[in-house]
């Protein structure tokens, strides 16, 4: 079955970075788009960023320029690099991988950034 498995997540001061890895199985990894999204209590899960099959990539405005995210097709793995991090990044981050009309989702990890 598919599994997307997220895993880097924690507690860090604002300023501070993290990296979070998401390996996915049981699907043909390299043809899918992968994404990042987050959801912080009380708020709609929102897109992080996202990078198509041949490598394009896409950023929420609130992470431009601190968030980057890669892939590698040879683990089946997809990154999210977070650089200066801030409160407002806290949130239980979630893995998503799409292809046409099918969509799946990882468990999610806690991010929680504070002093």
């Known amino acids: 079955q598919v599994q997307l498995v997220e895993s880097g997540g924690g507690l860090v001061q604002p300023g501070g970075s993290l990296r979070l890895s998401c390996a996915a199985s049981?699907?043909?990894?390299?043809?899918?788009?992968m994404g990042w999204y987050r959801q912080a209590p009380g708020k709609q899960r929102e897109l992080v960023a996202s990078?198509?099959?041949?490598?394009?990539?896409n950023y929420a405005d609130s992470v431009k320029e601190r968030f980057t995210i890669s892939r590698d097709n040879a683990k089946n793995t997809v990154y999210l690099q977070m650089n200066s991090l801030k409160p407002e990044d806290t949130a239980v981050y979630y893995c998503?991988?799409?292809?046409?009309?099918?969509?799946?989702w990882g468990q999610g990890t806690q991010v929680t950034v504070s002093s």
């Open positions: 049981g699907i043909a990894f390299s043809f899918y788009a």
């Open positions: 990078i198509t099959i041949s490598g394009s990539t």
């Open positions: 998503n991988a799409a292809i046409f009309s099918q969509m799946y």
